[in-house]
């Protein structure tokens, strides 16, 4: 069936600095989309990308999708505490019936102040 | 205010006892789903809705039950039979049932059965 796979598990970033995390779909994707979980809370939906190639940003965060779209990065700049949780993408699977997304593990992301 | 509402927040029952976790969402969607997240680990998918009085199994369906009688709710029982229920259960809904729409989360239920 159809996989999602983050990459890195765990994400350990000083304060201030930039890292990127990545998604890798088995299966070519309609769409992607991201999530963010912080601490003892729920998943928040923080975006969705459609187009080959597309870019978009948010403040700090910089969302790609891959040209063959199997794949995405989220790109964060000048970490901030804030922006601790764990990021989740997730695909729609085509194998299964309904079409319902199919989550990845997640990025955990630890700030060091 | 929209939303989805889960109750309780915390739960805590005794092993071979059913339990049932609630979900309402006043967000008039069409579909709702149930996941079970464990500690460190990521969504998975245990029951899904895309209309009233229609339900199918996700990828962790045993031990688990739902039902669909109003658009508005989709309650989770919890049966006897699932072997390691303790975990935080979150319920979603979205527009559309297709993965194409963006799904909005509950606070959650956080379940410990000993």
């Known amino acids: 069936g159809q996989q999602v796979m983050q990459i890195p598990q765990y994400q350990h970033v000083q304060e201030g600095e930039d890292f990127t995390t990545y998604c890798n779909s088995s299966t070519t994707l309609s769409n992607i989309q991201w999530y963010k979980q912080r601490p003892g809370g729920h998943p928040v939906f923080l975006i969705q990308l459609v187009k080959s190639g597309e870019v978009k940003k948010q403040k700090r965060l910089t969302f790609q999708f891959g040209e063959a779209k199997k794949n995405s990065s989220l790109h964060i700049t000048a970490t901030q505490t804030t922006d601790v949780g764990t990021y989740f993408c997730a695909g729609p699977n085509y194998k299964a019936a309904g079409n319902k997304l199919t989550f990845g593990g997640g990025t955990r992301v630890l700030v060091k102040p | 205010d929209g939303g989805i509402t889960q109750s309780p927040k915390y739960l805590f029952r005794k092993e071979g006892q059913n339990v049932t976790l609630s979900c309402e969402q006043n967000?008039?969607?069409?579909?709702m789903y149930w996941y079970r997240q464990d500690p460190g680990q990521g969504l998975r998918l245990i029951y899904y809705?895309?209309?009233?009085?229609?339900?199918q199994k996700g990828d962790i369906a045993e031990g688990y039950s739902v039902s669909r009688e109003k658009k508005e709710s989709f309650p989770l029982t919890v049966t006897s039979a699932q072997k390691n229920p303790t975990a935080f259960y979150l319920c979603?809904?979205?527009?559309?049932?297709?993965?194409?729409?963006?799904?909005?989360f509950g606070p959650g239920t956080r379940l410990t059965v000993t």
């Open positions: 979603a809904s979205s527009i559309g049932g297709q993965g194409t729409y963006e799904q909005y």
């Open positions: 967000l008039n969607h069409d579909a």
């Open positions: 809705s895309q209309i009233v009085n229609d339900f």
